[in-house]
């Protein structure tokens, strides 16, 4: 037994440590993204400077997330994942590779959309207050709406996205039982 292998008959192989790191550091960002965006949304603070730092930590943290899901594509390709367990039912495999795929599709789309449409809005990018990005589309106002509603629907059901994924892996830990979840632990 390989020492990245846990006990048991079903225990399944883990990722490995810099797979299980970028996950959980990609999960810390997505909620606190998502909690920026909520507050943006539904209780912006009145003072103009508050509001702008906090769309600028929001943005930030976005393009972060873009950039390390584009590191965790590529660091899977020599480091595919760990195969799920042997007993569990093609349906849920495939609602698995779905939810995955999916994630990343978002976790990429997500931050292009919201950097566009602050763009779009007239405001320029500055990562982390450091690092001015370019402007790809200039001020469109119309089109600023557009993604912005995009932006907000996709934050919605990135959530769900994530509810589902924890769902599942509750389940498979305490349902099953099948060590599912110290793949990524």
Do not use: C
């Amino acid at each position: 037994m390989s020492a990245s292998q846990t006990s048991g008959p079903l225990r399944p192989v883990r990722y490995d440590a810099t797979s299980r790191a970028i996950h959980w550091l990609t999960a810390l960002l997505v909620l606190a993204g998502a909690a920026l965006g909520l507050a943006i949304a539904h209780a912006a603070p009145k003072d103009e400077a508050t509001k702008y730092t906090l769309y600028d930590i929001h943005e930030s943290i976005g393009l972060t997330i873009l950039a390390l899901t584009l590191f965790r594509l590529a660091w899977r390709i020599g480091h595919p994942a760990p195969p799920l367990p042997a007993d569990m039912p093609a349906p849920m495999r495939i609602l698995a590779r779905a939810n995955h795929v999916a994630f990343y599709a978002w976790l990429l789309a997500m931050p292009v959309v919201g950097f566009v449409a602050t763009n779009a809005w007239g405001f320029p990018v500055k990562l982390y207050g450091l690092i001015p990005l370019p402007d790809p589309v200039g001020k469109n106002v119309p089109l600023a709406e557009i993604l912005t509603r995009i932006h907000a629907v996709a934050g919605w059901i990135l959530l769900g996205m994530i509810a589902l994924h924890v769902t599942g892996a509750l389940y498979d830990q305490y349902v099953r039982r099948d060590g599912t979840l110290d793949r990524m632990t």
